[in-house]
């Protein structure tokens, strides 16, 4: 009897621990699971044989609130500029790549994943306007290309400034520039870089625009954007003969030693966090620049 | 008696605790295959549509009157086809998406964006918002004939009707509007040195011209300029009822209002004729340095 009731006790312990054994099929089908999905048009065929297949990099064109801040009110692109945009994209700033690090595994490996296209300027509360941003090495975010024209030689400089800009932030913030950088114009830095005078001018002070006076991040950035897209002659000209107006600014001996000394820097941060030739590359961008113009 | 309470506990866990329908809900399927089933509901009644949608949209309801409209014709692979105004047609691309709302997005630029633009694409729009319009639009409701929509961001608000095979080409009409359209107009002003009782006609001013009567926000209200004064942003707003009604009901807006002595502004006489399209008004206002204006003006439906 005894055994008989510790019998009984464990067959029910035991249908207890059973009971709960459930087990559950885990290959529930969710709903919206894979993102946004459409019917594919050529458009889209067409940036997935030229950019997400050989570089895996989503050039998305169609409207997300989420991909922006919200505080910016944009529309999105038309159609027809976004083949054009991305054709001179890979242009001057991808072939140049390719063609001085070899083959195209550099920039398989070291392109941001995402590129956001908006139609109109991102204009900000202080007035200013926003052509790009980039994010976390990940993710590059272009403005106003509605406007964009390759016939316009202006324009064709601003991206290609812009994207070489933007993708320098891509390189910073996947390998750190060496810290010397911040070192050469500690005292050149200001907030209030959109409103300086005329006469204060930033090339004798060695930087090539007001808006690298922002912060080391962005001087490095437009450093290497402008002599990228100045090429080496116009740039080492321009060195010499920044604002013909303000004879103080011609050979002026203090700018170009601190532009020569951060050029070094971008010239060897590129040998040494890259292995790339940085004036092979800036011949390849004024090449590729000219073609695209000449397209 | 201990012992058997614990037998009849564990007992009575035996047997509830394989009750499996707990978790089972109350619907047949989950909500997100419920909001799929309705984003797909409303897309067939877009693209079954033959003759494509006519939308009324109000930008930034809360300041502003103007309505604008537009034609859509959506397709099943993510296509619309718009028109505006005069411009040719223009095709894009749109999508439905469950956000907090099911939503209608014309996700790449087509005419509709050029109301939000905040480059400054049409009258009126400022620098940096456009005329705070929407093309991410909530869908609040639809039906085989009309959708309601709300934008997501500015609150515009839209409504998209059925169109007729007319629609398909030339001017795009709302419907609800008897008397939107073009008008010949002649109009003479009288300015009085002082009142209008003390008789001394200080100039006269007249005009010959075509105008056109736009719809406002409010249904079936017009907006028409006043007399040769239009360019000063001055305009009647016009209100008929429906087409057997010879009475119109005529104010003025905002503009006008503001730059009068106050109160001033009164119907001397009106007719209106549902079958010509005649439109005939007698106004008098004040101005702010107190001299009367009266404004004679004949409306001619083209």
Same mark, same amino acid.
């Given at each position: 009897?005894?055994?008989?009731?510790?019998?009984?006790?464990?067959?029910?312990?035991?249908?207890?621990?059973?009971?709960?054994?459930?087990?559950?099929?885990?290959?529930?089908?969710?709903?919206?699971?894979?993102?946004?999905?459409?019917?594919?048009?050529?458009?889209?065929?067409?940036?997935?044989?030229?950019?997400?297949?050989?570089?895996?990099?989503?050039?998305?064109?169609?409207?997300?609130?989420?991909?922006?801040?919200?505080?910016?009110?944009?529309?999105?692109?038309?159609?027809?500029?976004?083949?054009?945009?991305?054709?001179?994209?890979?242009?001057?700033?991808?072939?140049?790549?390719?063609?001085?690090? !070899?083959?195209?595994?550099?920039?398989?490996?070291?392109?941001?994943?995402?590129?956001?296209?908006?139609?109109?300027?991102?204009?900000?509360?202080? !007035?200013?306007?926003?052509?790009?941003?980039?994010?976390?090495?990940?993710?590059?975010?272009?403005?106003?290309?509605?406007?964009?024209?390759?016939?316009?030689?202006?324009?064709?400089?601003?991206?290609?400034?812009?994207?070489?800009?933007?993708?320098?932030?891509?390189?910073?913030?996947?390998?750190?520039?060496?810290?010397?950088?911040?070192?050469?114009?500690?005292?050149?830095?200001?907030?209030?870089?959109?409103?300086?005078?005329?006469?204060?001018?930033?090339?004798?002070?060695?930087?090539?625009?007001?808006?690298?006076?922002?912060?080391?991040?962005?001087?490095?950035?437009?450093?290497?954007?402008?002599?990228?897209?100045? !090429?080496?002659?116009?740039?080492?000209?321009?060195?010499?003969?920044?604002?013909?107006?303000?004879?103080?600014?011609?050979?002026?001996?203090?700018?170009?030693?601190?532009?020569?000394?951060?050029?070094?820097?971008?010239?060897?941060?590129?040998?040494?966090?890259?292995?790339?030739?940085?004036?092979?590359?800036?011949?390849?961008?004024?090449?590729?620049?000219?073609?695209?113009?000449?397209? | 008696?201990?012992?058997?309470?614990?037998?009849?506990?564990?007992?009575?866990?035996?047997?509830?605790?394989?009750?499996?329908?707990?978790?089972?809900?109350?619907?047949?399927?989950?909500?997100?295959?419920?909001?799929?089933?309705?984003?797909?509901?409303?897309?067939?009644?877009?693209?079954?549509?033959?003759?494509?949608?006519?939308?009324?949209?109000?930008?930034?309801?809360?300041?502003?009157?103007?309505?604008?409209?537009?034609?859509?014709?959506?397709?099943?692979?993510?296509?619309?086809?718009?028109?505006?105004?005069?411009?040719?047609?223009?095709?894009?691309?749109?999508?439905?998406?469950?956000?907090?709302?099911? /939503?209608?997005?014309?996700?790449?630029?087509?005419?509709?964006?050029?109301?939000?633009?905040?480059?400054?694409?049409?009258?009126?729009?400022?620098?940096?918002?456009?005329?705070?319009?929407?093309?991410?639009? /909530?869908?609040?409701?639809?039906?085989?004939?009309?959708?309601?929509?709300?934008?997501?961001?500015?609150?515009?608000?839209?409504?998209?009707?059925?169109?007729?095979?007319?629609?398909?080409?030339?001017?795009?009409?709302?419907?609800?509007?008897?008397?939107?359209?073009?008008?010949?107009?002649?109009?003479?002003?009288?300015?009085?040195?002082?009142?209008?009782?003390?008789?001394?006609?200080?100039?006269?001013?007249?005009?010959?011209?075509?105008?056109?009567?736009?719809?406002?926000?409010?249904?079936?209200?017009?907006?028409?300029?006043?007399?040769?004064?239009?360019?000063?942003?001055?305009?009647?707003?016009?209100?008929?009822?429906?087409?057997?009604?010879?009475?119109?009901?005529?104010?003025?807006?905002?503009?006008?209002?503001?730059?009068?002595?106050?109160?001033?502004?009164?119907?001397?006489?009106?007719?209106?004729?549902?079958?010509?399209?005649?439109?005939?008004?007698?106004?008098?206002?004040?101005?702010?340095?107190?001299?009367?204006?009266?404004? /004679? /003006?004949?409306?001619?439906?083209?």
């Amino acid at each position: 009897m005894k055994y008989l009731k510790s019998f009984i006790s464990l067959v029910i312990i035991a249908c207890v621990v059973i009971a709960c054994n459930k087990k559950e099929t885990l290959d529930t089908n969710i709903t919206g699971l894979g993102g946004d999905s459409w019917i594919q048009s050529p458009i889209d065929k067409w940036l997935y044989d030229s950019m997400i297949k050989p570089y895996n990099i989503e050039m998305k064109y169609k409207w997300d609130q989420s991909e922006f801040d919200k505080s910016l009110i944009l529309v999105p692109p038309t159609e027809n500029t976004v083949i054009p945009v991305t054709q001179d994209i890979i242009s001057i700033w991808i072939t140049p790549y390719n063609k001085t690090s !070899g083959d195209s595994t550099f920039m398989k490996i070291n392109t941001p994943k995402q590129i956001m296209l908006s139609g109109s300027i991102a204009l900000q509360s202080n !007035g200013n306007a926003v052509a790009g941003l980039a994010e976390g090495g990940l993710k590059i975010l272009l403005f106003g290309i509605n406007s964009y024209s390759r016939k316009d030689s202006g324009r064709v400089a601003d991206m290609a400034h812009l994207i070489h800009h933007e993708y320098t932030h891509i390189l910073n913030q996947k390998k750190n520039y060496p810290i010397a950088f911040n070192k050469v114009t500690p005292d050149g830095y200001t907030g209030n870089w959109s409103a300086l005078p005329p006469e204060d001018n930033s090339w004798t002070r060695g930087f090539v625009t007001n808006y690298a006076r922002k912060e080391p991040g962005e001087d490095i950035a437009e450093l290497v954007s402008t002599m990228l897209v100045m !090429g080496r002659a116009r740039y080492d000209y321009t060195l010499y003969h920044p604002f013909p107006e303000y004879p103080d600014s011609l050979n002026n001996p203090t700018g170009i030693s601190l532009l020569r000394a951060k050029e070094k820097i971008v010239v060897d941060y590129f040998r040494d966090a890259y292995n790339l030739d940085f004036y092979s590359l800036q011949t390849a961008v004024q090449q590729q620049i000219y073609n695209v113009l000449h397209r | 008696m201990i012992k058997y309470l614990v037998y009849i506990l564990l007992v009575a866990m035996v047997v509830t605790s394989c009750k499996k329908d707990l978790h089972s809900s109350v619907f047949d399927q989950s909500a997100d295959q419920r909001l799929n089933k309705v984003l797909a509901d409303y897309q067939s009644i877009l693209v079954a549509a033959p003759y494509g949608w006519v939308a009324k949209v109000v930008p930034n309801p809360e300041q502003n009157n103007n309505v604008y409209a537009f034609w859509f014709k959506f397709n099943d692979s993510n296509r619309v086809v718009s028109r505006w105004q005069n411009q040719p047609s223009l095709s894009s691309s749109y999508r439905l998406k469950a956000l907090q709302q099911p /939503e209608l997005i014309f996700d790449t630029y087509t005419y509709l964006h050029l109301l939000a633009d905040p480059e400054q694409k049409v009258p009126g729009a400022q620098l940096g918002t456009g005329l705070k319009s929407d093309f991410e639009l /909530e869908i609040i409701s639809g039906s085989a004939d009309s959708f309601v929509l709300k934008g997501k961001y500015n609150g515009s608000d839209i409504t998209m009707s059925r169109a007729a095979a007319k629609d398909t080409s030339g001017a795009i009409v709302l419907p609800g509007y008897l008397l939107a359209g073009n008008y010949k107009s002649t109009s003479v002003r009288t300015g009085y040195k002082t009142t209008q009782a003390a008789g001394i006609i200080a100039n006269t001013w007249k005009f010959d011209d075509v105008k056109a009567a736009n719809p406002l926000k409010f249904a079936g209200t017009v907006s028409i300029d006043y007399s040769d004064l239009g360019g000063s942003g001055w305009q009647y707003n016009i209100f008929v009822k429906d087409n057997t009604t010879k009475d119109v009901t005529i104010t003025i807006n905002a503009v006008m209002q503001s730059q009068i002595k106050e109160g001033s502004f009164k119907i001397l006489d009106q007719s209106y004729d549902p079958a010509s399209g005649r439109i005939y008004i007698k106004t008098f206002y004040t101005n702010s340095a107190g001299a009367d204006r009266v404004n /004679e /003006e004949i409306l001619l439906r083209q």
